[in-house]
């Protein structure tokens, strides 16, 4: 077996995660959500195989609030990017959903230091195995 560093990568992934989430509370840039949640399903991914090549349970869902609600930002974010390349777009609904990304957002800056607390918790709780389990399990795996 060869010794893996996915505790490491798992800690840059908590560290990035912590990072956009303060980026975004600074500058409201969308990009920084955007790479939060993809962030967010690496994390999720790396656990998915852990759990399933060495049989135990590594659990998330505390993390899961903090992808839903960049999510729903993004979502409107995405919808208005889409209606500003219309010329036709409606300006009503526009501000509409201009207001409800200003809302969610404030939401969303509100909550970061419980984020953070909930990303810190979760990354003194997380710990894989230091080495990778036989091949043969790994092709297993992606085989299935």
């Known amino acids: 077996m060869k010794k893996i560093l996915f505790n490491y990568y798992v800690k840059d992934l908590l560290n990035s995660i912590e990072q956009n989430l303060?980026?975004?509370?600074?500058?409201?840039?969308?990009e920084s959500l955007h790479?939060?949640?993809l962030d967010l399903k690496n994390l999720n991914a790396i656990l998915s195989f852990s759990q399933n090549v060495y049989q135990k349970k590594y659990d998330a869902n505390a993390l899961k609030p903090l992808f839903?609600?960049?999510?729903?930002i993004r979502e409107i974010q995405m919808s208005m990017q889409?209606?500003?390349s219309i010329p036709q777009s409606r300006v009503r609904l526009m501000?509409?959903?201009?207001k409800k990304e200003n809302?969610?957002?404030?939401?969303f800056i509100q909550n970061i230091s419980k984020y953070i607390r909930r990303i810190r918790n979760f990354c003194k709780n997380v710990c894989l195995p230091e080495k990778l389990p036989d091949v043969k399990i790994i092709k297993k795996y992606f085989n299935d």
Do not use: E, M, T
């Open 95 to 98: 501000n509409k959903l201009k």
């Open 68 to 72: 839903d609600d960049a999510g729903k």
């Open 35 to 37: 790479h939060l949640r």
């Open 82 to 84: 889409i209606l500003a």
């Open 22 to 30: 303060l980026n975004y509370q600074k500058k409201g840039l969308p």
């Open 103 to 107: 809302n969610l957002s404030l939401k």
